[in-house]
């Protein structure tokens, strides 16, 4: 009896032959690769660099398909981007799956297979892997985690981090800012709004690598669960320098902006998967947007603001018609389970 | 107003100032490192050594606080020790915590601290995290991933992997079986059993360092989930021999002996979390239990079987009065969300 079709049952996380089943037929081979294939308690992997990079996120995103992804793509692009804005180069991922008893191995399957395609267009390997079941309504289809192991050249350790950031520099976005969340709302409420919304989820290591290349980028980060604003908010902060965005210098999707306008939703606030935030030098913009625009990641590319010394610490926004408004971060949550 | 008393609400996953207060107040306190500090999205680590050990594990049990320790506990054991049965020497974890809607923050922080104290323990340091919360009933209580780092120096990459068994050798364990399973089922079922019984949930890299410093390890394993038939199972079929098991060297506690009775297991299949499998050559057999005995992790270790050219590929236990029985892997599961 094949045991690895129709519903997850809880036996499949068992430690016995339908989770060893489940592990070789939906897991294995789709993320083949010599080190997984050992499946001992640990990957091990080879360094001759000087620094590891090590990030971990769980993703509980509902519903685990949306437009523009699933929640495999999603785990793979998150962990990828965490590692990749903290100027490592993404190379290994640890994934563990939490699965309800009854998802179907189809669906298991579909996104086991997003998830080895999203690795390997990032360059990642999936080396070391877990399954947990637990029992129909115990937990909400499908959760996965992903740990992630990148390299970093000495010399570049300071990518990234903020700690020269001056006045006068530049902030610059890839593109479109609350694809993500408005996509995953929309998909997973029943607005009926005939709007197309996808999410930009997207590993963003090659594009950035394409930047840091060539540019000392000052401060990298991926804008996700509290949006643009909570970045921002953090870098002025961490800096003490304020913050000035240009609202009509954000690039947002008409889409995107209707849906946030009808909601009441500030897509400043919104989760990006597929977007980084960087700080660069007055004397960079130019050449770090232009590499940027020709990446089909960066087309829509944008400088959006400045670091000024004025209002220390905050984030203000300027509106076309010159008024102004500070950009807090959130108390709470606008949106759960975005990611 | 402190937003991290009371219970957990969905806006303490957002991004936003209440995940903010959640994170420094729970858990950054508890964790406490330089590198962890840093709160950017990947830790950075320093490896003057060879090769890296990667492994992840996401725990699940039920119920979250268990006689002999809780879900916070566990989740270092149980990653530390998948790293030291590789022959790596624990360094760095990642703890992602996904938790309920309403989920006391006190208890929370109780198994925060758990994990923090078992972490130092082990002498490894929670160097990056992530922390997500559901709707109330669309997980139970608390899952923690837990993903671990560990060096292995070169000239011990070979050891435990099980490829220089041989006939002759013997099959060493550190302790008593079944006792995590039991202690586990009996807090979650209410049997009223009058019989107290204890996890054995421990960190055993620094006891298992004591013997790999002194002696080789052919094969090393921590029979967690499927027990100790499924370790033997899955080395038996690895090497192509047979492995015998004497019952009457098996440890066992009367409690552990006596539920398994009553509720029809076999303490063979029921998940340990302080527990090594060891595969030693005959000749270092004695050193290598002296060593065992001497730490208070290991009092009770025993020799319970050896490799053999029978049978080839099972698993075979010999009884007191001379009989003999295929011990097998389980299919599915006898006690789910054990770990």
């Keep these: 009896m094949n045991q690895t079709k129709g519903n997850i049952m809880l036996g499949h996380g068992s430690g016995g032959k339908m989770m060893h089943d489940l592990i070789e037929n939906v897991f294995i081979k789709k993320f083949n690769n010599n080190i997984l294939t050992d499946q001992t308690d640990s990957a091990i992997l080879n360094s001759d660099l000087d620094n590891i990079a090590f990030t971990t996120d769980s993703f509980v995103i509902d519903p685990v398909v949306f437009p523009g992804g699933n929640i495999g793509k999603l785990a793979v692009c998150g962990t990828v981007n965490d590692l990749a804005v903290s100027g490592a180069i993404p190379a290994y991922l640890s994934v563990s799956f939490i699965i309800e008893e009854g998802f ?15 690795a390997q267009k990032a360059g990642v390997s999936v080396v070391t892997g877990d399954t947990k079941i637990v029992n129909k309504g115990k937990c909400d289809k ?41 996509a995953v709302l929309n998909a997973r409420e029943s607005f009926n709004f005939t709007i197309h919304i996808e999410s930009d989820c997207a590993s963003l290591n090659h594009l950035i690598k394409k930047v840091t290349d060539k540019h000392e980028v000052k401060f990298m980060r991926d804008p996700t669960r509290g949006g643009v604003a909570a970045v921002l908010n953090e870098l002025a902060l961490k800096t003490g320098f304020g913050i000035e965005i240009e609202e009509d210098a954000l690039p947002i999707k008409k889409g995107v902006k209707a849906m946030c306008e009808l909601l009441g939703f500030d897509p400043l606030h919104i989760a990006n998967e597929g977007k980084v935030i960087m700080v660069v030098p007055e004397s960079d913009v130019q050449s770090v947007l232009e590499i940027l625009k020709n990446d089909t990641l960066g087309m829509e590319s944008s400088a959006i603001g400045r670091i000024v010394t004025e209002h220390q610490g905050r984030v203000v926004l300027r509106n076309q018609t010159g008024g102004s408004r500070i950009i807090d971060t959130l108390s709470g949550d606008q949106l759960p389970r975005i990611c």
Tied chains: 1, 2.
Excluded: Q, W, Y
Excluded at 143 to 157: A, C, Q, V, W
């Design 104 to 118: 179907p191995v189809e669906e298991l399957e579909k996104i086991a297979e997003s998830l080895a395609a999203e």
């Design 142 to 182: 499908l959760f996965i985690n992903t740990s992630g192991i990148g390299f970093i050249r000495k010399e570049n350790i300071s990518i990234g981090k903020g700690s020269k950031v001056a006045p006068g520099d530049f902030i610059i976005i890839n593109g479109t800012i609350g694809d993500h969340g408005m």
